[in-house]
């Protein structure tokens, strides 16, 4: 199966779970993988995809171009299929009032993994969305410092744009003596109502926040285990906060602003993290706390372990891994035999298409199934009647499963290894189990009691 993943080198949190995805995809047998990065223009998409030709699209994120170009590629190709990881609940919830493009888009999704945690006041409005999370694993993101070791309180990680570092809180912690560690991207555009050049400019000038640089992923687990608290001073929504995520992992506590009595934001864009954070409505309220929490450095190692371990079930990172690797095998032609259904007809019939048949072939399944094989078989040998009848069971003679072939195959009619076998021989119903003769019978009524006589059956 040829699959096309679209995992778009754009940084971030967004290309970090995509590459966790993409060694996932690199584990699965029987897919012939392509790797799609390029921010190219929807017309090269568009060909590449055509030039591909795949069976199924995975599209980490989703971006005009992109969208645009697996839309036109699904209306030439209706047969592949498309697997969607929604880093944003909130858009598909608001899809009416998103582009027409958008939508088009997620009407063809065949699966959609939302990645932030639908609310469960949610799940229902969103029931054809896999409600899921972005997969953090607990083998690189744990607890390796104990609390008492940890000799830094505070730091702020992520990228910094005012959303997530509001201006007030710089403005305010200057009248304090905390001291905070600032690890991430600085955001370069502009935002609503804030001019990002003079806003950088204020938190560089802030003697309280230490701006240590942008992080590798690599060096994130090391570096949130060297501090306790993880501080969010946080003004408006966003679809996830992936840091928060990590921090929770490791056991650094996060202390969070997000005003509950907000006319500006939806407060609830972080309850998928209820009970794993200290929570309070205002900058002000936040920096008084950590004026509180530096002056009394409480002992929070207990609470520490707690939210790292509740996290890990929550947040099953095994489970989401299963579930995707499953999806995606289950597109896989199975290399297995099938197990068979034959029936052979003392009398030629005529099939729907016209051809005759001498026998019938029909797929049972993956394992062998003796009771529906043990009803079928007497029905036939009950109705048995040796007549030129092309009424069903009256002239099939014989009954049997076997491991074949998965589809019907005219040239290799009953091909295989047979697993059950009834068959009339010379006015004998005689069966046989794994070609070894078990018993036969002049009296087909006697099938019944015959079939519990033979062993291992």
Request: charged share 25%; aromatic share 14%.
């Amino acid at each position: 199966m040829k699959i096309f993943y679209v995992n778009l080198d754009v940084g971030s949190g967004i290309a970090y779970v995509g590459n966790i995805f993409l060694d996932w995809l690199k584990n699965i047998e029987g897919i012939e993988l392509y790797v799609h990065s390029d921010q190219d223009c929807i017309i090269d998409v568009l060909a590449l995809l055509r030039k591909k030709s795949p069976d199924l699209i995975i599209s980490n994120e989703s971006y005009p171009r992109i969208r645009s170009a697996v839309v036109e590629y699904l209306k030439l190709f209706p047969n592949a299929k498309l697997l969607f990881l929604s880093h944003s609940w909130q858009e598909i919830s608001l899809r009416e009032k998103v582009s027409k493009e958008f939508n088009e888009f997620i009407s063809l999704c065949d699966k959609i993994f939302c990645l932030n945690v639908i609310p469960e006041r949610m799940s229902k409005e969103l029931n054809f969305v896999d409600n899921f999370y972005h997969p953090i694993s607990p083998e690189i993101f744990n607890i390796t410092k104990p609390w008492s070791d940890r000799q830094n309180k505070f730091v702020i990680f992520g990228t910094i744009n005012p959303i997530k570092l509001s201006r007030s809180f710089i403005d305010e912690i200057k009248a304090t003596d905390i001291q905070i560690d600032c690890y991430g991207s600085r955001w370069i555009k502009d935002y609503p109502g804030c001019n990002i050049k003079e806003y950088n400019t204020v938190l560089d000038s802030c003697p309280n926040i230490c701006y240590k640089g942008a992080a590798l992923q690599s060096e994130v687990p090391a570096l949130l285990n060297q501090y306790k608290y993880f501080v969010m001073p946080h003004d408006g929504d966003e679809p996830f906060n992936l840091s928060l995520l990590q921090a929770i992992f490791c056991g650094t506590i996060p202390i969070i602003s997000n005003d509950l009595n907000s006319r500006t934001y939806d407060h609830r864009w972080l309850d998928w993290a209820e009970g794993f954070y200290y929570s309070c409505n205002t900058s002000a309220d936040l920096i008084n706390n950590l004026v509180l929490i530096d002056k009394d450095n409480p002992n929070l190692e207990d609470e520490s372990v707690s939210i790292s371990e509740n996290a890990k079930k929550k947040f099953d990172y095994n489970r989401f891994k299963t579930a995707f690797e499953n999806y995606v095998k289950s597109f896989i032609k199975k290399n297995e035999q099938c197990v068979m259904g034959r029936e052979q007809f003392i009398n030629s019939r005529v099939g729907p298409c016209g051809a005759i048949r001498n026998d019938a072939i029909y797929p049972i399944g993956y394992h062998e199934d003796f009771s529906g094989f043990k009803k079928r078989a007497i029905t036939i040998a009950n109705n048995y009647n040796g007549g030129f009848s092309y009424n069903g069971d009256s002239d099939t003679y014989s009954v049997e499963q076997y491991a074949g072939f998965t589809a019907e195959n005219l040239e290799n009619r009953g091909a295989g290894e047979s697993i059950f076998l009834l068959k009339l021989v010379h006015d004998k119903w005689t069966f046989y189990k794994n070609g070894k003769f078990q018993f036969e019978t002049h009296n087909a009524n006697e099938l019944e009691e015959k079939f519990k006589e033979a062993r291992n059956v």
